[in-house]
């Protein structure tokens, strides 16, 4: 009760007033830190062994840990593994929204500032971005359950061009075969109202907008491109007809 | 004696039969051999621990030598792994010319072919195409000789472009301030004749190829798309419109 109420106290101050003393952090709370901890070492051991080199056992020796303490927070090397794909999607997740919600309505502006906020978050993390966006890691098999963070950058990229065609008459569904090439049911569902060609467009404007990510990250467009800001604002625009107009 | 020229007799009838003494192969034949036999180790060994796993102990440990004999073939890491990269990328290179030699002179079908043989080749060689166009290996750099070998396939693409453009009056150059943005030096002489602002296309068509197969063989596709040869197929249409119509 005591440890609750100091708890309360720093988060509203003037609740708990009464002179409580105040605690070490409960067991879950320093569990929680640990495994930030665990995973911001393991952060930093990507970029100097990428994910495929990546084990418990170094990065339990990087926090001057015994190995066996860190199988209570992760049993395995792809348990890890999960957590560090899970938080990477949820942060550039979480960077589209925010890039989104600071638009006003203009799709076409929504759209720019979303691939913007991707190539931001991939510069800004570039090995995160690999372990998201690059090379698979041999022997891994991502579990089901990170697609709701997987899905969250494509899920405002799909909003925006489900809004771009609210007031459109939807048009006559070309007969190109896409019934049976695409997912429709989950096409139809991320963008309602969206002829089946523009949704077909889409996937490859987002495949185009991480392809412009990683040639650049990658360093593929040594050689062809000086300013690469410009040229990928040039890119997007490009990509941006395809599915808005 | 009677094993080498039983051999050589198989090999080209007729022509040992005046008792010419065969030899052993010569000491670099005997290198050359040495060098392929420890490259597709080391391939092997991609699948299983990544490019940045790749160590020459375990490949000499593989192929059963001691630590020591691997280094008179490649004295370091990064000496190996750009023999992998040079060959990865001359394969590529050769499987995009062999395509585009198949084809008629229609630069669609021509472009077409280019990316389907892109495709089937990263599909494979996933490990390769991991190697040189997924995450970059880290602390290695390339060094600048690669650049031949990397060049070949997008000299293809080009050579494609500037064909279909040979005969079309050039068109005033629009003045987006492409000539600040990209390498204009480079991409006039890869692609000579070729519009400033259709050259600017080029390069995004070149990602997006790549930004689709990499998306289906890294597994961003799933879920959306169902028959991702077709859906590929169409993808590349749309892209060939930007540098051809």
Redesign the interface.
Known sequence: MQEQCSRIATDRPGVCDTGAVPTQPTRAQARIRQIETIKSTSRRLL???????LSLREVAREMGLVSSAIYRYFSTRDELLTALIVDAYNDLGAAAERAVSRCDDDPRVQLHATAVAIRRWAQRHP?EY??I???????YE?PQFT?DAATRVTTVLSGIVTSAWRDRSPGASAG??LG????QA??EAAMPGVPAPTR??A??V???????V??EL????R?????AS??FD??VD??AD?VLS
Do not use: D, K, Q
Request: net charge neutral.
């Open positions: 970029a100097v062994h990428g994910a495929a080199g090995h690999a372990l966006f690059g090379s698979p890691v041999p022997g991502a697609i190109t075969g049976t090439m695409l997912e989950n096409l077909a467009r996937l490859m987002w495949s185009g907008i991480f392809g412009l990683s040639f990658f360093g593929h467009f050689g062809s491109v000086r300013n410009s040229f040039l890119a490009e990509l395809l």
